[in-house]
């Protein structure tokens, strides 16, 4: 038989940290529906679960309390707390077993220990914080720990198995709320019975000062006469019977403020609308009493702009529950779709470009403007446009997201294709253990300035250059602006010879660069080593880890040419070039 456990998962006692979680604020929908205990806030191993939840209930005064255990820990705090109870996986989970033996031992010591060894800490995420004060929350697991956050999050062991508990049906239909439903069987009333009658309605709980009636239980909404100052009175009413009640009922206390809270919104919503009279924007307010006939605000044209007649927004929920996501609605629930038509601003028509001229590295320019594309468009389009599953991205896409143009699923496209670009080349760097530049190639990248399959670009970069550039164009790399004069006097002496191309030869049809570039390296003899070699001396090779080599223009099947030049490039622009014989 597995070991049972039960205790205080979370209360509203003060934790270490300075903290207080709200009972009444916190989301247990899921606890009871895939809740864990793992060990120590772990659960990325097997061995790190070590049981499951069987039920979570909150308590809030003894009221609440459906058995002795649940007293039981009620007396010991007197505070608010959220309950749960399970069982231990020991009979199959070795690292379980020993979790139960550290309660058996707490069993046993009961007496003679002040503290438990094994404790409860919930696990979850925090929604809304006010000050040091959770008051929304979601709990999704409960850890077994030897050093809980908040010292009073006991557990122990129980003494006799429980029956697991039946959820009710209503429960799957709410995910934010813990609901309960009391379901009574109906009698057969005889005719000599008393009438049933209606049950007197609750005693006002005070006046305004102009003398209106406040009522315990009525909706903010029916105080059809009510101004301001009769809504700040009525939720300071509220608010006074929320702190008469704070010690002995803890429900009706939260009630009061919450309608206190509503009072003060509706005091604030005839405030802002008696402001925007005064400004002239608003001309008369909304309807105050139940009889008088609504009528649109007057609403100044100047104020706004014009807007384009819209459609309906039509949405139908035919079953089911409002405050459930679509995913738990049961019993022929649907939700109908929404369909927006986007409104156009006619104070703004659109104009055009006219005659649209459309240029590679610019973008659509009209009469008498050119807008210039950055660097970062250029290159997203060009691994756009490269991405081999472009075609089912766009077929996908279209299909899950109809509403979206084939602009927008283009531009979507665009930035997955960079980012997987960018995140490819840092991941390189951090395997070759290169410092991650950010490349500063302009509009004039001499990558681009090849002619034909026959063109080997290779570039001695400065300042600027980064793993992509040393990959994809050069053999040669430094950061030493300073030595840009003695560089060009090295290239000039190594020209002044009689310098031939050399026929480019690839073993093994050739090896594949970082990013699938074919790339030759360098070998002895390749006439290309020497200038290496006297380069070196006089400017350190920035990226030693990376053995020299030179990158070609084309796939290496179709590639069967020779260098054509060697280009000096500063900062991505092109100072000198030497061509071969």
């Known amino acids: 038989m597995p070991t049972y456990i039960h205790g205080i998962a979370a209360s509203e006692n003060i934790d ?26 772990k659960s990325d191993k097997p061995e790190q679960l070590v049981g499951k939840v069987l039920k979570a209930r909150k308590i809030f005064s003894d009221v609440d309390c459906e058995d002795d ?33 550290l309660f058996r031992y707490d069993a046993d010591h009961k007496e003679q220990n002040d503290r438990t060894v094994m404790n409860f800490s919930i696990e979850g995420a925090k929604i809304e914080k006010q000050g040091m004060d959770i008051v929304k929350s979601i709990a999704r697991k409960v850890t077994l720990t030897a050093l809980p956050c908040n010292k009073a999050a006991i557990a122990e062991m129980v003494s006799t198995a429980p029956q697991k508990p039946k959820k009710a049906s209503i429960d799957d239909l709410f995910k934010t709320e813990e609901v309960q439903a009391e379901l009574f069987k109906g009698e057969i009333l005889r005719k000599d019975q008393p ?5 007197a309605a609750p005693k006002p709980i005070g006046q305004t000062k102009s003398g209106k009636s406040i009522s315990a239980t009525a909706k903010v909404h029916e105080y059809k006469d009510f101004d301001e100052s009769d809504h700040r009175d009525a ?13 002995t009922d803890f429900k009706q206390a939260q009630f009061h403020r919450n309608k206190g809270l509503l009072h003060n919104s509706a005091a604030n919503t005839i405030m802002d609308r008696k402001k925007r009279m005064t400004s002239g924007k608003v001309s008369a307010p909304a309807p105050t009493s139940a009889t008088a006939k609504p009528a649109a605000p007057k609403i100044q044209t100047s104020v706004l702009r014009p807007y384009a007649q819209v459609g309906n927004i039509k949405k139908t929920l035919d079953a089911g529950s409002g405050m459930a996501a679509p995913s738990q609605l049961v019993g022929g629930a649907a939700l109908a779709k929404e369909d927006v038509i986007k409104p156009q601003n006619v104070s703004r028509p659109n104009k055009g470009f ?37 075609e089912q991205f766009e077929a996908f896409m279209a299909k899950r997201m ?53 063109s080997i670009f290779t570039l001695i ?7 992509h550039d040393i990959l994809h164009c050069s053999h040669f790399a430094t950061d030493d602006v300073g030595k840009y004069e003695e560089i060009k006097e090295v290239m000039d002496r190594y020209f002044e010879g009689d310098v031939k191309a050399h026929e480019l030869e690839f073993k093994d ?22 200038l290496l070699e006297k380069l070196k001396e006089v400017a350190q090779y920035k990226y030693a880890q990376f053995r020299p080599h030179i990158s070609v223009t084309s796939n290496v099947d179709e590639f069967k040419g020779k260098a054509s030049c060697i280009v000096i490039s500063v900062n991505g622009e092109i100072k000198k070039r030497y061509d071969f014989k």
């Open 69 to 101: 255990h649940q007293l039981y820990f009620w007396n010991k705090i007197k505070t608010p707390y959220l309950y749960v109870m399970g069982e231990l996986f020991d009979e199959y989970q070795p690292s379980a077993k020993e979790v139960a033996g």
């Open 195 to 199: 009438k049933l009658t209606v049950a």
């Open 235 to 247: 939720a300071t009413a509220h608010l006074g019977m929320a702190s008469k009640l704070g010690e």
């Open 354 to 390: 006219g005659k649209i001229i459309h240029k590679p590295g610019s973008a659509p320019k009209g009469p008498g403007k050119v807008i210039m594309k950055s660097q970062w468009l250029q290159r997203a389009e060009q691994d756009y446009n490269s991405w081999p599953k472009k």
């Open 509 to 530: 049809a050739g090896e594949l660069g970082k990013h699938a570039q074919p790339v030759l390296f360098l070998s002895e003899g390749d006439p290309y080593k020497d």
């Open 16 to 41: 270490s940290s300075g903290e207080r979680i709200s009972i009444l604020g916190m989301d247990i929908s899921s606890l009871e529906k895939d809740g864990v205990f793992n060990y120590e806030h």
């Open 461 to 467: 970069l400065f300042d600027g250059c980064d793993l």
């Open 402 to 454: 109809p509403n979206l143009t084939k602009g927008e699923i283009k531009a979507v496209g665009q930035v997955m294709a960079l980012n997987k670009s960018i995140s490819l080349e840092k991941a390189l760097a951090s395997i070759g253990g290169l410092p991650i530049l950010k490349p500063r190639l302009t509009s004039a990248d001499p990558l681009n300035k090849a002619a034909g399959k026959d």
